[in-house]
Nanobody
């Protein structure tokens, strides 16, 4: 049974940093994406990475502040978030694709989703 488990959410002040982890198990994947959803808003693409770690893609709103990387030891994908802003407050989800071998921003291209982890940035 394929599974994605996120961890690392929490409360941080604006300008601070937070790291999220998404541990994958049960099967191999081609790419992993991070999405977020704020209350009353649609799910939004944050960034994605190929399972090899060679290619990444970011939303303009997080480019230069967020970094996605592969953790080969723990079979995980990490999302390092720096210079956080109140508008980054959301539930963050990781998602894995079994078909797309490049980092895609489209949620329908992902087959498995984690349970989500809350990130709250106070002003």
């Amino acid at each position: 049974q394929a599974q994605l488990v996120e961890s690392g959410g929490g409360l941080v002040q604006a300008g601070g940093s937070l790291g999220l982890s998404c541990v994958a198990s049960g099967r191999t994947f081609n790419s992993v994406g991070w999405f977020r959803q704020a209350p009353g808003k649609a799910r939004e693409f944050v960034g994605a990475i190929t399972w090899s770690g060679r290619n990444t893609r970011y939303a303009d709103s997080v480019k230069g502040r967020f970094t996605i990387s592969r953790d080969n030891v723990n079979n995980a994908v990490s999302l390092q978030m720096n210079d956080l802003k109140p508008e980054d407050t959301a539930v963050y989800y990781c998602a894995a694709s079994t078909n797309w071998a490049h980092p895609t921003p489209m949620p329908q291209n992902y087959d498995y989703w984690g349970q989500g982890t809350q990130v709250t940035v106070s002003s």
